[in-house]
């Protein structure tokens, strides 16, 4: 695999392993209000970088490119 699609596939992985961990992150934090906005503000970002990730991903795969 090319260091361009391995980077976007890492990058992906990573993202959605953080949307996954906010969960727990966001029961940890009950109580301070501060602190749950912080994380569905941090989610909201990761679930907007995975979308444009995908996009790529699929673009590379639909023009023959991820290889």
Sequence with gaps: ???HNH???HQLSEDLDSIW???GYLK???GCDVCVGM???FRTMDEEKVQILRDEIIRHVNEGRFD
Excluded: I, S, T, V
């Design 1 to 3: 695999m090319k260091n």
């Design 39 to 41: 994380w569905e503000k």
């Design 7 to 9: 980077d976007l596939a």
């Design 21 to 23: 961990r906010y969960e």
């Design 28 to 30: 940890n934090a009950q």
